[in-house]
């Protein structure tokens, strides 16, 4: 592989939502040089890939940051950080203006007021949203875009980020990047088990295929800390189609039904891992399928659904034609994902401070792939790339340039070329990547089992993860994009790890569905902390800490990072 070696003050890794949004706060310096990466094309990669209809995350009139505060704080049963969640919700609304000054199309209503959907919503023609973000990133003349490149491991030394290692996908070329400080910006985890739908359609998940967790992986292994991995999070979606279901129950006021048109909201409640929860009863109990309870809604409704889903999920609208029998005529059947890992929805990911730094000195971490702040959505992700932006100019106003020490370039280069050197294996990525699912599906509470789990089935299933992860090495590459699908597997495997070791140490069930934990079925308040991990001695150890509330702020001391 040709090497290419690259310099920049500041390597962005993740071209998706907060990635971009942290590029285009630091274009303002035009001082600093900065370089974002991105594994797919940064037009229309990430989450914001297919477009959104609406903004999850605002502070409508009468409403003020520290209700939405308290909405993610009950929603997530009081396991969240605080002070992350005031600091991004004091600029939800803020980065909502920059995202219309640049493009984006916000529906207002004849007082030219934004029309909102919900106390927390607000509506918008979001199918370019992505492409907005990157234009704007193109337009800042300090920094450079790098498709197409996949990102494998951070070059740490003496707990201090000095760049990061990766390939190009398409082509033979090992890239090795030196920076001052990195943000990191890559998404959750998807495809950790076996989704709704298998073979061909088995992409048609809640989550971007493509992201594999490798931003946890790369912290995990490099000694960040982690938080929270055990509060998975388990969509409500569409049946089949795996579309939202919240444009539906906010925007008709559609409510969950059983198939006798009982109401599930008033047994269960209404926090997200409860209305999952309610689904997995009823049809435990005989009472399924489950449903939104549409028909019957005006025909004007039901053009306005049409219209919704082609914004950001056109095969919900698709199904509904073809069938020939629209929202208005059938109520829409509902069902839950596989667990997915991802700190936009729950508060999985690094431990930060307020600043977004990581227990890495110069590393720092923004959007889903951040802890501690549930309920980001897309306002939210922006937030909290434009914080880390903030927090990595004011690291680097006090940067001593020191050299690598230690550069495992050439060690890194040989492992990537030890899957070319590889010929006729019986094994393949994509067998191991079943047979990961399988396991974690069946041991680690995935959908065969209505998401439950107890300590035998998650010894049984870190086990067989540890199996499959060494035989990754007999994996043989015969291009570039079989090395991508290689790593991706290896990112996906580290995951799992972490996850398991997560779900055995907290000894309840605090969010149903999304940790149901049989050989403790009750929430107990002795567990109001969170449950850490970070890699020792090459070993994953778990680390307690105390939860972070009121007017309470944390930030790392020097001994953490």
Known sequence: MKVQELTTDVLIVGGGTAGCFAGITLGKRQDISVLIVEKANIKR??????????????????????????????????????????????????????????????????????????????????ENIKPILAKEVENQQNITVLNHVNITDFIVEANCIKGAYGFHVDEEIFFHIKAKAVICATGGAAGLYRPNNPGFSRHKMWYPPFNTGAGYAMGLLAGAEMTTFEMRFIALRCKDTIAPTGTIAQGVKARQINSKGIFCDEKYGVTTSQRVYGVVMENREGRGPCYLAT?????????????????????????????????SQENVEIEGTEPYIVGG?????????????????????????????????????????????????????GYIESPILQDKLEEKLLEYEKYFEKKDTLIT?????????????????????????????????????????????????????????????????????????????????????????????????????????????????????????????????????
């Open 345 to 397: 929805h729950t508060a999985s990911g690094y431990w930060i401070d307020n600043k977004r730094r990581t227990t890495v000195k110069g590393l720092f971490a923004a959007g889903d792939v951040a802890g501690g702040c549930p309920q980001k959505y897309v306002t939210g992700a922006l937030a909290e790339g434009e914080i880390a932006a903030e927090g990595v100019l004011e690291y680097l106003e």
């Open 295 to 327: 028909k019957g809604i005006t025909k004007e409704q039901e053009q306005d659904l049409y219209k919704a889903y082609l914004n950001m999920a056109p095969s919900q609208t698709l199904k509904w034609i073809e069938a020939g029998a629209g929202p």
């Open 429 to 561: 990525v994509e067998q191991l990547e079943e047979a990961m699912q399988k396991v974690m599906d069946q041991y680690a509470g995935g959908i065969s089992t209505d998401y439950q789990y107890n300590e035998e089935r998650l010894s049984i299933a870190q086990e067989k993860i540890t199996f499959i992860e060494g035989l990754c090495d007999n994996l043989e590459a015969k291009d570039m994009d079989d090395l991508l699908r290689i790593y991706e597997l290896r990112e996906r495997l580290v995951v799992c790890h972490a996850l398991i070791l997560h779900l055995l140490a907290r000894k309840e069930t605090r969010w149903h569905s999304f940790a149901e934990n049989m050989d403790y079925p009750n929430t107990d308040a002795s567990w109001e902390k969170y449950v850490n991990s970070k890699m020792i001695d090459g070993k994953l150890k778990i680390i307690f800490r105390g939860l972070v509330t009121g007017g309470m702020v944390y930030e790392h001391t020097d001994t953490e990072g």
């Open 45 to 126: 990669s990430g989450c914001l890939a297919a477009g959104v209809n609406a903004i999850n995350a605002y502070i409508t009139k009468g409403r003020v940051p520290q209700d939405y505060v308290n909405y993610a704080k009950k929603d997530a049963n009081g396991i969240v950080r605080e002070d992350l969640l005031l600091t991004m919700s004091e600029r939800l609304n803020h980065v909502t203006e920059i995202m219309e000054q640049i493009g984006l199309v916000i529906l207002k209503d004849e007082n030219g007021d934004y029309v909102t959907r919900g106390n927390r919503n607000i509506k918008i023609n979001g």
